[in-house]
């Protein structure tokens, strides 16, 4: 049974940082596409960072690229997010995505930005 857990949230003053984590089960995270999206209240889900399956290339959202880090521990299987120079305009629901030919979801972790 796949499932995805996503821990590491919480209240950050602007210019702090956060690591989300993503641990994984019922399958392989470096086999597979994984990814971190977001969603802001009354706003649509985004894509934030991205890890390709084996070599493991990155991409990024424009908006936290040279911010945010994704990267996976394969011992671990699991997948993380380091945030740093957190703006409000972070302030969301980010979740972890398994990719491929089924897509799964975490249940979310809430990220609050705010002074």
């Known amino acids: 049974q796949v499932r995805l857990v996503e821990s590491g949230g919480g209240l950050v003053q602007p210019g702090e940082s956060l690591r989300l984590s993503c641990a994984a089960s019922?399958?392989?995270?470096?086999?597979?596409?994984m990814s971190w999206y977001r969603q802001a209240p009354g706003k649509e889900r985004e894509f934030v960072a991205g890890?390709?399956?084996?070599?493991?290339?990155?991409n990024y959202a424009d908006s936290v690229k040279g911010r945010f880090t994704i990267s996976r521990n394969n011992a671990k299987n699991t997948v993380y997010l380091q945030m740093n120079s957190l703006k409000p305009e972070d302030t969301s629901v980010y979740y972890c995505r398994r990719g491929g030919v089924a897509v799964y979801w975490g249940q979310g972790t809430q990220v609050t930005v705010s002074s």
């Open positions: 019922g399958f392989t995270s470096s086999s597979s596409p």
């Open positions: 890890i390709s399956a084996g070599p493991g290339r990155t």
